[in-house]
């Protein structure tokens, strides 16, 4: 059974260039003589680590963590997907192009503009490959908004692929946040978008990044206050569990079952979690959504 991250991120240099073109968020800038830095909406600049973003040397990180692959994803915190069409589009071919230079073992979750959704363009990235949609957890943060995107999750329901919900601000308001956006904004977004999806399930398998922001340990407040607290165990439901450690991943685990957990690093934003979790997340139930 292969071992599987599911959640990592390749800027690659199509996109950079494509990026350096901008004169507004999201764009990149120079940062010295070599480098440069990433500028977002709402976030302090981010310094491109070039390395990191080297096929080669990704492959190796994916060798020493004892992975036979990773699945890799347009960042929903750049707020491509709540840009015009056009603009959206040429972000997210660049994106793609760069990670066609990636060798075997790599995959990638699909991105689309949610300034005009259409599901045929979901259709067609699930027909070139794409394991699933990625969506900023700012797109389905109410019910209301959850019903507005319902038309892109009929291409995934139709073929059994999943819905990723990464942190991003929503594609129909101002981008909201400043420094301290990824432990704020971004918990809370993922916070919002699981309370909606529970109070409204739509007929997907959906993965949440970073544990959902905690949000299952919400389970026994939502059932004092009238909520759906059964629904918060849909097997349907995975949790990767970037960006925490054993005391987080046990207290969720204890919430939904070890089951739904699935592996995911962040890189390069975020270097691997805890080894206890790796082999078992990675490699069974990883393996089991894809495969779903």
């Not at 070039?50 to 750049?78: H, Y």
């Not at 507005?148 to 101002?174: D, K, T």
């Not at 005391?247 to 270097?271: F, H, N, T």
Request: include cysteine.
């Amino acid at each position: 059974m292969a071992a599987v991250d599911l959640h990592q991120h390749v800027l690659g240099e199509p996109l950079i260039a494509a990026l350096a073109r901008r004169r507004e968020y999201p764009c990149v800038r120079r940062d010295g003589a070599r480098g440069w830095r990433l500028e977002v909406a709402g976030e302090a600049p981010w310094r491109v680590d070039l390395k990191a973003e080297d096929p080669a040397r990704r492959a190796g990180q994916l060798e020493a963590d004892g992975l036979d692959g990773a699945v890799v994803c347009l960042s929903s915190a750049l707020g491509v997907e709540r840009l015009p069409g056009d603009e959206a589009a040429e972000l997210i071919a660049a994106h793609e192009q760069g990670l066609a230079a990636l060798p075997d073992g790599f995959r990638r979750w699909g991105s689309v503009s949610l300034a005009d959704p259409d599901p045929d363009q979901v259709d067609a990235l699930l027909d070139s490959g794409a394991v699933g949609l990625v969506m900023p957890a700012g797109a389905v943060a109410t019910p209301t908004s959850v019903e507005r995107i319902l038309p892109l999750l009929e291409p995934l329901e139709r073929s059994g692929r999943p819905l990723f919900v990464h942190p991003g601000p929503s594609p129909w308001g101002a981008p909201a946040g400043d420094w301290w956006t990824a432990l704020t904004s971004y918990v809370a977004e993922m916070n919002a978008a699981w309370h909606a999806l529970v109070a409204a399930p739509p007929k997907v398998t959906v993965v949440f990044a970073l544990l959902a922001g905690l949000a299952p340990l919400q389970i026994e407040r939502l059932g004092a206050r009238g909520g759906p607290a059964k629904q918060a165990r849909d097997e349907r439901f995975f949790y990767d569990v970037s960006s925490y450690g054993p005391m987080a991943i046990e207290a969720v685990a204890r919430v939904v079952g070890v089951r739904q957990l699935v592996y995911g690093s962040d890189r390069p934003m975020a270097e691997p979690g805890t080894a206890t979790w790796h082999t078992r997340i990675a490699a069974e139930n990883s393996a089991r959504l894809l495969a779903a």
